[in-house]
């Protein structure tokens, strides 16, 4: 297929010479002469007033005044902008389109959700602490003022590297000069996607509004039946998966249990309500030093949470889960069951890898150059959760909202130096910041910039930068505001049940009529003791 014209403005696609041009000339001399005449021409141009020079080339000075670019062999009309389509605005696209305002191109950025969602405080959704709306933000009112940047709706469904177009689910097909591919990931089931209708994720907002939806309904349930098996069944809840987003998940559910719904039911006593984290690392918070991961499965136990290493999951259903504790099976009986065992790439990975004969890694990611395009094709880049990138070592780097945020803002910048014509950047170099896993209120780990720490500096580390990272001013101030309410009165503000799940609980079936009659509650245990 025949590859589409390009112009890259800096290259000097120009044709014609101009006399009056201090560069005329200049074109049949060597390299360094060249250079010298670069030289010259910024100078001259610097020195003529205040027209805007906006980008100088190693070998020809190109300047813009209305839609007219000036190089050294004559005008060129700036009809054409550089077209730049992103998809995903996630976390490495929206940086990504934010690095990319100039004159100089024309961005589409492509998400099939209106919003940008920062999925870190997802497990507040989840737990009832935020609404879905304070950790999301309208693409279009981010990007409302990037004039050359436009935000459309859409689920991108295929790309033709060799045409330079991505077509989209409804049927629009965009040509692009370059792109950059920001879709992020999806949860993964180790090839079990049987077990989600059980045991949901956390990447979306449906997603924590759906689990939001169990862990109360679960309470519910319990208040109204009496059978005490049935009831211990509704009272379980099972976390599969103990990396950040598992602990966060166990913790918060811990202080529902304990503090939160302590007074509000007659016949449960909620804080008697078991959380089982589980995992098959030997470890909660494998990618944490050792030393925090001990301090952090010692805050979860405080919280009544039961940490279970080494167990394998083998299957969910509605009633719970088969695990496999040192090759020994095992059922545990619980309603509830969530999914925060892994990631895997989002599905146009695949259709761009065999587009393009890119390899992959054992997550699907994309491999990519150092400089995070695909190799061969130098104008697709793929950042963040969907790209695999090595560090100087030759580590893959990790999937976080850092690596992708750094990623677009590296894509960005790589493709405004190629529409100015200047020297590429030099391979993408992660800056590690750090990890933070938070466990409950005041308490969480953080290893930043090599430093360890643990309980209420951690937690202030926490609060301060997601409250930092939220894109839209108006969400900070809101979760900064529930967040002081939450801590003071250990309330949780958006404990609503919304929606169905496919766990819900049918009283005339699974009771025979009414739901039973519940008894008044006893004293707790830990009462009692
Ligand atoms: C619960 C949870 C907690 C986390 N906590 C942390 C944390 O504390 N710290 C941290 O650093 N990282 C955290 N992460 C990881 C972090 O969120 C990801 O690494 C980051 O979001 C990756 O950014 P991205 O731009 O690659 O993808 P995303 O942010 O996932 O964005 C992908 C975008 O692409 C869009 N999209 C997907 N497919 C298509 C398509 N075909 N067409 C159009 N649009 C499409 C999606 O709608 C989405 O907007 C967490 C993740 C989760 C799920």
Not at 31 to 52: E, K, M
Not at 431 to 447: C, E, H, P, T, W
Request: hydrophobic share 40%; with cysteine.
């Amino acid at each position: 297929m025949a590859k589409k014209d390009q112009q890259n403005f800096g290259q000097g696609s120009a044709s014609g010479l101009s006399t009056g041009n201090p560069l005329a000339g200049c074109r049949s001399h060597s390299r360094f002469q060249w250079d010298a005449c670069s030289l010259i021409a910024l100078t001259i141009n610097y020195l003529r007033g205040p027209r805007r020079l906006v980008a100088l080339g190693p070998r020809i000075a190109l300047e813009v005044e209305g839609r007219v670019a000036k190089t050294s062999q004559g005008e060129v009309p700036v009809s054409k902008p550089w077209k730049v389509i992103i998809v995903g605005g996630g976390f490495g696209g929206l940086r990504a389109a934010q690095a990319l305002r100039s004159d100089l191109v024309d961005v589409t950025l492509i998400d099939r959700r209106n919003y940008h969602l920062f999925q870190p405080l997802l497990y507040q959704v989840a737990t009832g602490s935020l609404s879905p709306g304070e950790v999301a933000a309208p693409l279009r009112s981010i990007l409302s003022r990037q004039k050359n940047t436009r935000v459309l709706l859409g689920t991108v469904e295929d790309v033709d590297p060799a045409y330079q177009q991505v077509f989209l689910a409804d049927g629009a097909v965009l040509p692009y000069d370059s792109l950059i591919v920001a879709t992020g990931s999806q949860t993964s089931y180790f090839g079990h996607n049987e077990w989600q209708e059980w045991a949901p994720g956390l990447k979306t907002i449906e997603e924590a509004t759906t689990i939001r939806h169990k862990i109360l309904y679960a309470f519910e349930v319990a208040e109204r039946i009496s059978d005490s098996v049935q009831r211990r069944a509704w009272l379980t809840f099972v976390i599969v998966g103990a990396g950040p987003s598992g602990v966060e998940l166990a913790g918060a559910i811990g202080e529902i249990a304990r503090q939160t719904l302590k007074n509000d039911f007659r016949s449960i006593h909620p804080e008697e309500a078991q959380i089982i984290l589980m995992d098959f690392a030997p470890r909660v918070l494998m990618t944490f030093p050792e030393n925090l991961a001990e301090k952090a499965h010692r805050s979860l136990t405080e919280l009544g949470v039961q940490v279970k290493c080494g167990a394998m999951v083998k299957g969910v259903d509605k009633d719970g889960l088969t695990i496999e504790v040192n090759k020994r099976p095992d059922y545990i009986h619980a309603k509830t069951v969530l999914w925060a065992g892994g990631i895997t790439a989002s599905p146009l990975g695949r259709i761009l890898t065999a587009r393009t004969k890119a390899e992959t890694d054992k997550g699907g990611r994309v491999k990519v150059e150092p400089d995070l395009t695909i190799p061969d094709y130098p104008d697709i880049y793929v950042i963040g959760d969907l790209g695999s990138a090595v560090d100087a070592n030759g580590k893959p780097l990790p999937g976080l909202a850092q690596v992708a945020m750094q990623g677009g803002s590296y894509a960005g910048k790589s493709i405004l130096r190629k529409v100015k014509g200047q020297a590429k950047l030099p391979p993408f170099h992660y800056f590690d910041k750090g990890s933070l896993a938070v466990i409950g209120r005041a308490s969480a780990v953080a290893n930043v910039f090599g430093l360890h720490l643990s309980g209420l500096p951690a937690w202030l580390v926490w609060v301060f930068i997601h409250l930092m990272y939220l894109v839209s001013f108006q969400s900070r101030v809101l979760v900064f505001i529930q967040w002081a309410i939450q801590d003071l009165t250990f309330s949780r503000g958006a404990r609503l049940i919304t929606g169905s799940a496919p766990t819900d609980f049918n009283f005339n079936k699974e009771v025979g009529g009414g739901g039973g009659t519940p008894e008044s509650k006893t004293e707790p245990a830990a009462a009692r003791q």
